[in-house]
């Protein structure tokens, strides 16, 4: 079965780093598109980044572009998110997920049908 495994996440100071790691099984990883979420409380899932199956593509959402990277490993079934210059307002819970195809980046997340159970990114001031 499909298997999505966040790490990584934590507390950081303002204008800190931190990478975020998603480890998949139970399927060709280097055959979809994968991408990240996040849920900040009180808020609805939004997209973060997203990158196609062989990482020549990729989006971003506007509030990270510039301030985070996302890469994968197809060797290692992994897909990164490189996080720098994080502010308070970045902290939410952080998702992988496995997109519906190997090109399209979706940033919506109804397009995205396997999720990892998320790690937690608290950014204090």
């Known amino acids: 079965q499909v298997q999505l495994v966040e790490s990584g996440g934590g507390l950081v100071q303002a204008g800190g780093s931190l990478r975020l790691s998603c480890k998949a099984s139970g399927y060709t990883f280097s055959s979809y598109a994968m991408g990240w979420f996040r849920q900040a409380p009180g808020k609805e899932r939004e997209f973060v980044a997203g990158?196609?199956?062989?990482?020549?593509?990729?989006n971003y959402a506007d509030s990270v572009r510039g301030r985070f990277t996302i890469s994968r490993d197809n060797a290692k079934n992994t897909v990164y998110l490189q996080m720098s210059s994080l502010r308070p307002e970045d902290t939410a819970v952080y998702y992988c997920?496995?997109?519906?195809?190997?090109?399209?980046?979706?940033?919506?997340?109804?397009?995205?049908?396997?999720w990892g159970q998320g790690t937690q990114v608290t950014v204090s001031s």
């Open positions: 997920a496995r997109g519906s195809g190997t090109d399209y980046i979706a940033n919506n997340e109804h397009l995205y049908a396997y």
């Open positions: 990158i196609n199956w062989s990482g020549t593509n990729t």
